[in-house]
């Protein structure tokens, strides 16, 4: 067997040898065509994704002339389905189309962000990324509508510019590029600019201010804003040196005691723009006058009573020294009435007996209530009756020595309700002594007071504190402190 093969081998072998060969040649006359495209690529499918890739780097995805990023890949395809080079373009045309409408959206570009969306979905880009985008773009086309309608109110008649201001901001809140709304509102912002150049002309630099703080809040980059801000910089810098000089005649005023000229200067400070030392001072002044009315009242001298009571509370209506005030002077009515129309007929024949009076309310504490049957009602309408009486005299002298020791005594031991009382009852006598080292002193009791209640979480006390701390001494800088804190720890906003 095995030398029959060998013999065979020997008389055929040129043609093993041959037949390899001619298969070879053989494969190369079939296959010819496929394996020239393999190695050679078609001039025109190169050329054909050139133009493609070309059109994608220049934004052209699409176009109906057939030269879109889109159509040149496609065609590349049709020439070879296999070619993964096309394939690949589509994907990078699709999500071009994804990024640029989101762009488009954002810029509320909305024509374009609904073209390059429908691109992106002929192309099968996966839901994930196409489905918000078409969600907004469909919110965007509704709110479009209400843009129109918006737009229409505000140019409307009969509008206030703050209604249409607020109409324009409600659209650029909606398309922040909407050009119309843009440029209705620069016009608008520019008449208000104009108007507060003319207010800083004419010396209303308060309202000029006011002005020009509501353009910056709506537009800080306005055009026409830097030089009418130069302008409003220079005016407030004479406005405060106005208020300098006004502040100083008004102090010197009040130290002569001239208090409605002090009042008076005080209110043009503050015409010209807030100051809180002049309201302060003007708060002041309010409660002299005030006292000057009890002291009228006293004197059953109630037109002129009246008279003081209205100035002080034409300078400080909320005042609590006014509120009183008005009390005293209606108690000094019911007082006249029951001594029978005094001062017109004074009766000394009833000295003796208001006299022992007020020894005993003075004995009992009652320095200002019950009205009527106080020690302060009794010696006042002793003092009408007898004014230079030495028995009236050492009264008044009593009086004074007992509601000074029942201050001490209620502070020493912080009863600061009954030390508030009695500060009220020596001020009712001495209206005049401002007792500013009292009233600070009370005023730091009731402030710490405060913090305690507000660290025990008792803000109904500790409101109470604060609001009478704030009365006393207004200016005291611990009270805003501790307002704010109160504020915060009941979850407010300070």
């Known amino acids: 067997m095995r030398a029959g093969w060998a013999e065979f081998a020997r008389e055929h072998r040129p043609l093993m040898i041959a037949a390899p060969l001619v298969l070879a040649v053989l494969s190369v006359i079939v296959f010819r065509q496929q394996i020239g495209q393999r190695l050679v690529p078609d001039s025109r499918l190169n050329q054909q994704l050139e133009l493609a890739q070309a059109a994608l780097r220049r934004g052209e995805l699409t176009r109906a002339d057939g030269r879109g990023a889109r159509e040149l890949f496609e065609a590349a395809l049709a020439i070879d389905p296999d070619q993964s080079a096309a394939r690949d373009g589509l994907q990078q045309v699709r999500d071009a189309a994804i990024a640029r409408a989101g762009l488009f959206l954002r810029e509320h570009k909305l024509p374009s962000a609904r073209q390059d969306l429908a691109l992106a979905k002929d192309l099968s880009a996966p839901a994930v990324s196409l489905q918000p985008l078409q969600a907004k773009l469909h919110d965007l086309e509704y709110a479009s509508g209400e843009v129109g309608q918006l737009l229409a109110r505000a140019q409307g008649p009969g509008l206030s510019d703050d209604k249409r201001l607020e109409l324009y901001e409600q659209v650029l809140t909606i398309a922040p590029d909407n050009p119309q709304a843009v440029a209705a509102r620069d016009d608008l912002l520019a008449r208000w600019l104009d108007q507060a150049g003319k207010l800083l002309h004419s010396g209303e630099v308060a309202r000029a201010q006011a002005l020009v703080a509501v353009v910056v809040a709506h537009d800080p980059g306005h055009l026409d804003l830097p030089a009418v801000q130069a302008e409003l910089g220079s005016a407030l810098s004479q406005l405060r040196k106005r208020q300098s000089q006004l502040l100083a005649v008004a102090s010197a005023e009040l130290r002569r005691g001239q208090v409605q000229s002090a009042a008076a200067s005080y209110r043009r400070v503050l015409a010209l723009g807030p100051e809180p030392s002049a309201s302060e001072a003007l708060q002041r002044c309010a409660e002299i006058m005030a006292a000057q009315a009890e002291r009228q009242a006293a004197d059953f001298d109630f037109v002129s009573a009246m008279r003081s009571l209205a100035l002080a509370r034409q300078w400080s209506p909320d005042s609590p020294a006014v509120a009183m005030a008005a009390r005293r002077i209606a108690q000094s009515r019911l007082a006249q009435h029951r001594l029978g129309g005094l001062p017109h007929g004074k009766d000394r024949s009833r000295l003796p007996e208001l006299l022992l009076q007020a020894r ?126 109160l504020q915060r720890a009941q979850g407010k906003s300070p």
Request: charged share 35%; aromatic share 4%; glycine share 4%.
């Open 360 to 485: 005993q309310a003075l004995e009992r504490g009652d320095f200002l209530v019950p009205p009527g049957e106080s020690a302060w009602d009794k010696l006042r309408i002793a003092t009408v009756i007898a004014a230079q009486d030495k028995r009236v005299r050492q009264l008044r002298t009593d009086y004074r020595a007992r509601t000074k020791a029942c201050f001490e005594q209620a502070m020493t031991d912080n009863k600061l309700v009954l030390a508030q009382s009695c500060l009220d009852a020596r001020l009712a006598l001495d209206p005049a002594d401002e007792a500013r080292d009292v009233r600070h002193r009370l005023a730091e009791r009731w402030l710490g007071m405060a913090e305690e209640r507000i660290a025990a979480s008792d803000y109904a006390a500790a409101t109470r504190a604060l609001t009478a701390a704030r009365q006393l001494e207004p200016g005291n800088p611990r009270g805003p402190e501790l307002r704010a804190r």
